[in-house]
């Protein structure tokens, strides 16, 4: 079976579900959950709106623009700040990625941490599959960030929630005492050139700090603050991905970004040089 259930409990009656056969999970109460063909397995809550996360298009924006390497470095403090701050008794960490997306950065704390068991979690299951195909051997789940999380208690020794919804609540109730919670926010100065052309939204200024009094309040205290704040000198391509991939491409098409203006620079024609402006924010549970 592809889903280690030692993760999970029922997202009806919070009870633990256990692997009643092959292809399904259940709990004492007598929820049942199938899994699907790629092995991942949905667990929303009754009534769980229709939002289904980020769509096909947006992920495969994301893939391609995350595999030019151009935000390597987010990945690379994510790992650093991990590696030197987590504080294991011998075994590999169990690691969640919360709203994994295409899996680029739970795939790379993976290969940092040999042996690592990974819960792979989003509401897109375009996305849990995507994000699986890279990380075979980690348990995929649909579920809906906002709800209270199918996951067990103290579970986690580290969670990742990068460019995504946060439920600081229930991020304490998963990661266990000593664990570790790493968040990426952007800046208001993130991308802010093609955010002038007008083919994405604003970013309201102070994330990193509303996050911080967020989680501080929940259960999490400060480790490190890390800003990130370079230019990345991007063709076309890399820019419609870049739109095409965030909360924009609900709004505006990626085609429209070549209507828009671009402050081209360097000699070859096509080049927009794009501020990256991150805030790598690492917590640990109190
Ligand atoms: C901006 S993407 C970031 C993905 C990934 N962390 C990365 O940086 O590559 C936001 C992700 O959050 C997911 N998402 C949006 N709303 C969600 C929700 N309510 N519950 C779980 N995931 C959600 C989307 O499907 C998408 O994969």
Redesign the pocket.
């Known amino acids: 079976m592809s889903i280690d259930s030692t993760w999970l409990r029922c997202p009806n009656c919070f009870q633990p579900l256990e692997s009643v056969d092959e292809r399904v999970l259940g709990c004492d109460t007598g929820h049942r959950f199938d899994l699907t063909k790629h092995g991942t397995v949905t667990l929303l809550p009754p009534r769980a709106p229709s939002?289904t996360?980020?769509s096909r298009e947006m992920?495969e924006a994301?893939a391609e623009l995350?595999q030019s390497g151009v935000y390597e470095p987010i990945a690379r403090a994510l790992e650093d700040g991990a590696a030197a701050n987590l504080h294991l008794e011998g075994s590999a960490p169990r690691i969640v990625?919360l709203?994994?997306?295409?899996g680029?950065?739970s795939g790379r704390l993976s290969a940092r941490f040999d042996g690592a068991n990974l819960l792979l979690?989003?509401?897109?299951p375009t996305?849990v599959r995507m994000a699986r195909r890279g990380n075979p051997h980690a348990t995929g789940v649909v579920?809906?960030?906002?709800r209270p999380l199918p996951i067990r208690d103290a579970v986690a020794d580290l969670s990742i929630n990068?460019?995504?919804?946060r439920n600081p609540d229930e991020f304490a109730r998963i990661t266990r005492e000593g664990g570790l919670l790493a968040v990426?926010v952007p800046t208001d100065r993130h991308l802010a050139e093609l955010r002038s052309s007008g083919a994405m939204l604003d970013i309201p200024s102070g994330k990193a700090e509303q996050v911080t009094t967020q989680l501080s309040s929940a259960g999490f205290d400060p480790v490190t603050s890390t800003t990130l704040d370079y230019v990345a000198e991007l063709d076309e391509a890399q820019c419609a991905a870049l739109v095409g991939?965030?909360?924009a491409a609900h709004h505006v098409r990626p085609s429209d970004l070549a209507a828009a203006p671009s402050p081209g620079v360097g000699p070859g024609a096509g080049i927009t040089a794009v501020t990256v402006s991150v805030d790598v924010l690492l917590f640990r549970r109190r």
């Open positions: 939002l996360g980020d992920l994301r995350l990625d709203a994994c997306g295409t680029y950065y979690v989003d509401r897109s996305a579920l809906d960030l906002w990068v460019f995504a919804p990426v991939m965030g909360p």
